[in-house]
């Protein structure tokens, strides 16, 4: 399908990514959840939205000021994208905040759990207040004059503010900033709460109690007016790999400018006056179209603090991820995979395994090498302590740590610096792509002298925290066409990237774009020839216009077309005569689903591929990526059963998309069983 078709038919991706943070607004709102759970996704809502700002509203905002009207794949120019996005981000911060204060603010202090203003403590609550702000908070705080003396201060990204309005001789008024300790807790705790005894914990805003006792930090002078405001910058990281003769130093450097990008939001309390939002606008170089007044607290991802209270009854029951039988024996981890692939599915399988896959690596004398790429691993990583330990017992090591890694640059340089001072071969990622593949391969010499690889691929990261709380999936396997693609894999990320072919993996660049749509085309004809033509795809995101034109193409021709898609779609289902046959449904639940799996009906011949990579432009042409086959047949049952025909008959967290881009939950009939999908991967039902 032509571009100039398309246009007209495919979503604005950000405002489809606006819709799907609205589902998990829509969360928070949901009775059903447990309350703190509820305050969780009222912050991860915030945070989502910091990162789409500092992200996307900051690109589009740099097309704009560079006069970039070309639209995009939608047909929208940049100027228009930034007017409705602007227009529908102040519609879903009201009703964020709307939620908080009305809904979950007084839920929770009926169950003991009190978030006050100021003007709501009692006098010892007060005191006790104050006693903190002296003791912990003053010594910390700076105050920060505006004048023809002091210039306007620089105000970090995604910093909370107070602007101290002081009224000088004869009336004029003068500016000062004081920004909140980002160090310290957002909710200090107090105890008993102001009018009502049954309330156990009680919290009181950390930016609300340095304005009441503001004047400490501007003795004997007449305060007008405290208000607090909230900065985003433009966080997007441009590196200049050719010019770069050391990319973890040129990575160093673009973090430290990342706190001086451009401001691109600035999120005031509602009762600001104008000419203090003025002094704001002309200072960060803002239009008011850049301007949120909100009427409520700034930056509600603070209430991750109340979800780490000792509160069990108000949170989701404790997950505890099972050992799949196979695994749970004395036999050793390489014996198994040799008996047969091994699937596990996060979070409901543990992440243990996968650990332990390393770790045993590490410390077989049999072992010879490990190759492995890391993306995100957080801190305290058990992967790269066991890397860093097959070292120390003489294996060779080779990892490729991509230090690209939106927002987990630092870490991953501080990961880079501990595996080369143990001796550990380590890549930093090649130029022009991200290397976003999830694969580690494990080199063996057998007892009776035969080399075999075993290989782990993964849908997710090799990251212990986000394996409890993201759906992945990963295969065990010691195929032996699959472990030359691992070995030629990594001889390419650590030598030159040339290979143009693979045998049984899918690789971006190289393959992955022209396989796909070799599979789609396929599943085409054999519909054509013989009927039943069906694809299934679960992904994170579906924006790329050949894939869908492609998906279209299919529904055209007649083949059932099943989309599991999480967050954004471009894609128009249910359009007359051109995706009629498709279906677009997303889940937003306890747990981030994040695998990506391919189903090819292929005329009775199923296939079945997972790996890392969505449809986006950037998965598909600029990042590595590797999407493998399930080559055992009792696990392609697994995953279409588990994973894909659960999702689609779930009527409790999908949602299902209409053709504007809107989307409703699934209706359930009347009577018809609740099927949670991730519930019921759990053991657990629906009341």
Known sequence: MAASQL???????????????????????????????????????????????????????????????????????????????????????????????????????????????????????RATAKAYFYRTVFPTLTPLAVDPAHPFPHISNLSLSLAVVIRGERGRLRFARVKVPPLLPRLLPLNECADDDRCERCFVWLDQIIAANIGALFPDMDIAGTYAFRVTRDADIEIQEDEADDLRSTVERSIRDRRFGRVVRLEIAHDMPEEVCAILKENLDLTSQEVFRLAGPLDLSSL????????????????????????????????????????????????????????????????????????????????????????????????????????????????????????????????????????????????????????????????????????????????????????????????????????????????????????????????????????IFKVNQLVDPEMIGLLYRASQAGVKVDLLVRGMCSLRPGVPNLSENIRVVSIVGRFLEHSRVYYFRNNGEEEIYSGSADLMERNLDRRVETVYPILDPSLRRRIKVEVLELGLRDNVKARIMHPDGTYTFVSRGQGEEKINSQLKLLGIGCD
């Open 7 to 125: 246009a007209g038919n495919l979503i604005n991706r950000e405002l489809s990514w606006l819709e799907f943070n609205r589902r998990v607004l829509q969360e928070a709102q949901d009775p059903t959840n447990p309350l703190l759970e509820r305050a969780k996704f009222l912050a991860i809502f915030a945070t989502n939205l910091d990162e789409f700002f500092m992200i996307r509203v900051a690109g589009l905002r740099e097309q704009v000021l560079a006069g970039v009207t070309k639209p995009g794949p939608e047909g929208i120019p940049p100027a228009h994208t930034l007017e409705l996005v602007n227009q529908r981000v102040r519609t879903l911060q009201a009703e964020h905040l709307r939620t908080w204060c009305d809904e979950i603010r007084p839920a929770l202090a009926q169950h003991g759990v009190c978030v006050l203003g100021w003007h709501e403590l009692n006098e010892q609550q």
């Open 304 to 535: 991750w603090e109340l979800h780490r209270l000792p509160l069990p009854e108000l949170k989701d029951p404790p997950l505890v991820p099972r050992i799949p039988r196979d695994l749970n024996n004395s036999e050793d981890i390489f014996a198994r995979i040799r008996h047969g692939d091994v699937l596990l599915h996060h979070p409901y399988d543990s992440f243990a395994p996968v650990i332990e896959f390393v770790r045993a690596a590490a410390r077989d004398p049999n072992v010879l090498a490990i190759k492995q790429t890391l993306y995100r691993v957080g801190t305290n990583s058990p992967i790269v302590e066991a890397l860093m330990e097959a070292v120390t017992n003489g294996k060779q090591v080779a990892v490729l740590v991509e230090l690209k890694a939106r927002f987990d640059e630092e870490n991953n340089i501080q990961w880079t610096r501990a595996l080369e001072e143990v001796g550990v071969h380590v890549v930093y990622g090649l130029p022009g792509y991200k290397v976003h593949t999830k694969i580690c391969l494990v080199v063996r010499r057998e007892h009776d002298g035969e080399i075999r690889r075993y290989v782990h691929l993964s849908t997710g990261n090799y990251n212990a925290g986000t394996a409890r709380v993201y759906t992945d999936l990963g295969l065990f396997t010691c195929d032996e066409e699959i472990g030359q693609d691992a070995t030629e894999l990594f001889n390419n990320l650590t030598g030159y990237f040339k290979q143009t072919s693979y045998r049984r993996l899918l690789v971006a660049p190289v393959s992955l774009r022209r396989r796909m749509t070799e599979l789609i085309e396929r599943e085409i004809e054999h519909h054509l020839q013989h009927g039943g033509g069906h694809l």
